[in-house]
């Protein structure tokens, strides 16, 4: 395998205070998938992953749903993995058009802990692959979901902010818990559209190949997290055929409504259809289709998951928007047992 590394060539320009490009791509907001059964969803994040729960909701679109948002401490942007779970939901297939794995960064030489902890969990086919140099620990959950491991020191994309733990109860030691994604990858039949928008659009840069794997960095300060994307065209040509075990689609942090309108107007003059904007509660969302088929999502990083319960409370009782409140009593119960 070789890997060829190219140079940035994209001229500079001003950057706000935080360091973030307005008209740039900050990274991965958070994936959303789907799950089979809420119960093994819940227990599987939380108590083997160590991540937290930070909102417990239903889908704004079928309020018979849950809608689980797993995430750091403090459920920031870059570290959030969402799940539909729904009950008995036929096992999906992957294909192209897919966000085929979510890869989480973890504390450099803590990948033998997650050997161990995913084996003790009774985890299967836990392979660990060399990608760009770096060791990854590649695995599934029990839906089939992909996920992956890689470690990263202190300010590299996915590191955890000081003091920003997981899941207390989970017993993943701060030195070894995920701090948020490193990235994430999208398999496509063709790369050149995928990687035009990611390029053209979005401001990401080609950062390396490596066999029919090309990784693409997105123009944030080296800290923030989901800076990478990989874009993979390995030969799969099925389209993703939906259902547990694969991710519906992947959203992109924008910093604010501005920002949103802005790229949505890029967008549409290059053809892409974008929806309206939606109000998800913790963030705002436009969501369009690429021309590989996935499914992105741009969503602000305002008002977070701290707008209706204290960070400390953050995933300990059921939140509905208020247009659903007054069928509370109905939505919980219909919503699947967890406990
Ligand atoms: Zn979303």
Request: charged share 20%; proline share 5%.
């Amino acid at each position: 395998m070789t890997v060829q590394s190219t140079t940035s060539t994209a001229p500079a320009e001003q950057t706000a205070a935080s360091g973030i490009t307005p008209d740039r791509i900050a990274g991965i907001h958070h994936i959303t998938a789907f799950a089979a059964t809420a119960k093994e969803n819940l227990a599987f994040y939380t108590n083997v992953l160590g991540l937290r729960l930070v909102k417990q909701t239903v889908n704004f679109d079928d309020p018979g749903t849950y809608h689980y948002y797993f995430g750091d401490y403090h459920g920031r942007p870059g570290s959030i993995l969402t799940f539909f779970p729904i009950e008995h939901a036929a096992p999906g297939r992957g294909g192209t058009g897919e966000v085929a794995a979510t890869t989480f960064a973890v504390p450099r030489g803590s990948l033998e802990f997650w050997r161990q902890r995913l084996a003790g969990a009774g985890v299967q086919d836990v392979v660990t692959e060399t990608r760009f140099g770096s060791e990854v620990l590649t695995f599934s959950d029990h839906d089939g979901t992909s996920l992956e491991l890689v470690e990263v020191t202190p300010g590299e994309s996915g590191t955890a902010p000081a003091g920003a733990t997981t899941s207390p109860s989970s017993g993943v030691p701060a030195g070894q818990a995920i701090g948020g994604f490193f990235g994430a990858t999208l398999r496509v039949r063709d790369i050149a559209d995928t990687g035009s928008l990611l390029t053209g659009t979005f401001g990401y840069e080609v950062q390396a190949t490596e066999g029919r794997r090309t990784r693409y960095v997105a123009a944030a300060p080296a800290s923030e997290a989901g800076r990478y994307l990989d874009v993979v065209t390995d030969g799969l040509n099925a389209r993703l055929q939906a259902g547990a075990g694969t991710v519906h689609h992947i959203a992109l942090r924008v910093s604010d409504d501005a920002s949103q309108q802005r790229f949505s107007d890029r967008l549409s003059r290059r053809g892409y259809q974008v929806t309206e904007q939606r109000d998800r509660s913790y963030f705002r969302s436009v969501y369009f289709r690429e021309r590989g088929g996935v499914l992105f999502e741009l969503a602000t990083d305002g008002p977070g998951f701290a707008t209706d319960e204290p960070v400390e409370a953050l995933g300990g009782a059921l939140k509905l928007p208020n247009w659903l409140e007054r069928g509370r009593r109905e939505i919980a119960a219909a919503l699947p047992a967890i406990s």
